[in-house]
């Protein structure tokens, strides 16, 4: 085997696997999606930090990570499911793995587990009137 075309595959296998990440991530910007990084691993580290795209679909904020090959979202978080614990400015070195002029809120989800979503200003004013516009009754820390 010819030692160009084993460098064409590879190549042509690259090529492919940014034009996926691309196209992924121009269709959840299109459908409505703001960027958004996320962190499940919560320590003073500020490691952890994953870069991606979130999208509204109903009472759920589903999540995409940039670098994925996954079809479908990373994470899906419920409304009904959420509670604010914390709002922060971000510290050190998690400012270059966050949208420019992020705010970070850390959630409690049901069942004690805990993540931490930063934004920037325009997308945090979204993401805030999309928390707090469930109907009546649906947060049981809004009543």
Same mark, same amino acid.
């Given at each position: ?53 979130? @999208? ?6 589903? $999540?995409? @990570?940039?670098?994925?090959? @996954? ?34 809120? @850390? ?22 009137? $999309? ?13």
């Amino acid at each position: 085997m010819d030692i160009t075309v084993v460098v064409g595959a590879v190549l042509l296998l690259v090529a492919a696997v940014l034009v996926w990440f691309a196209v992924r991530r121009l269709r959840a910007l299109r459908s409505g999606g703001v960027h958004a990084a996320l962190r499940t691993r919560l320590d003073d580290s500020g490691k952890g930090w994953h870069l991606g795209v979130g @999208r509204y679909q109903g009472d759920e904020f589903v $999540w995409f @990570r940039v670098l994925s090959l @996954r079809p479908g979202p990373d994470r899906i978080v419920s409304r009904s499911a959420l509670e604010i614990a914390d709002r922060r400015d971000p510290s050190g070195g998690e400012l270059y793995s966050m949208p420019p002029a992020s705010r970070v809120l @850390r959630f409690r989800e049901t069942g004690a587990t805990e993540i931490e979503i930063a934004m920037g200003p325009d997308a945090l004013t979204g993401f805030l009137s $999309w928390l707090e516009s469930a109907p009546p009754g649906r947060l049981p820390w809004a009543s």
